[in-house]
């Protein structure tokens, strides 16, 4: 069983991709073993009580300073001993000393097809506002590992998803929700649960 801990912030859709996904046998040989979160009562913390699934929220607003927090959320990912560290609409920038104790076992969904509109600042709705003003036809997602930069580790799987003439931010992140992160992220934790995803100078190969 590879044992998950999934990092969320707000809404959650991605982990309920992800629990669905485990329920209905699309998901192979995979557990959440524990959901953090950094905000309080946000829906996703609902997902997760509704499946079951434990949760910790560590709130930046209850500790003295960045690195007590830092040090917080470290502990409550690690506490559950996870194989891989899933951030499903995490909003929060990773310790760097998790992202090194955890290379190639930290995975990201970014609402856009890096490397176009990810980086610093590009996060949530602004990934969509920013993708209508460029005026760009395709837009879509992407899985990839996270190493120490911004949304600059190794991609594992994007998926294209059209944008249309009358879409407003809010159309457009649900089709890129529905049509692309909702099937990519679970997908990859599949792969990466069945052994199938390898890194190598920092570009990854799906095996069969
Ligand atoms: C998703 O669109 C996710 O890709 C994005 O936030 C949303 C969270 O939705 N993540 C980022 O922008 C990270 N850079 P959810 O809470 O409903 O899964």
């Known amino acids: 069983m590879l044992r998950v801990v999934v990092c969320v912030s707000g809404g959650g859709t991605n982990l309920q991709a992800i629990i669905d996904g485990i329920a209905n046998g699309s998901v192979f040989h995979t557990e959440i073993v524990r959901v953090v979160c950094n905000n309080p009562g946000v829906r996703a913390l609902e997902r997760a009580k509704a499946a079951g699934i434990e949760s910790v929220c560590v709130s930046p607003k209850d500790f003295e300073d960045r690195g007590a927090f830092e040090a917080a959320l470290c502990r409550s990912v690690e506490e559950a001993s996870p194989d891989l560290i899933v951030l499903a609409g995490f909003m929060v920038k990773v ?32 990934v969509h506002e920013a993708a209508l003003a460029r005026g760009v036809k395709i837009t879509g997602a992407t899985v990839h590992f996270v190493d120490e930069g911004m949304d600059s580790g190794p991609i594992i799987m994007q998926k294209a998803v059209e944008v249309h003439e009358d879409d407003t931010p809010e159309t457009l992140q649900r089709r890129v929700m529905e049509e692309a992160e909702w099937v990519i992220l679970p997908w990859c934790i599949n792969l990466i649960a069945a052994g199938q995803v390898k890194v190598e100078n920092g570009r990854v190969t799906v095996t069969e």
């Open 95 to 126: 310790p760097t000393e998790l992202i090194r104790k955890y290379e190639n076992r930290i995975i990201n969904v970014h609402p856009a097809l890096i490397p176009a509109f990810c980086g610093k600042g590009y996060y949530g709705l602004r």
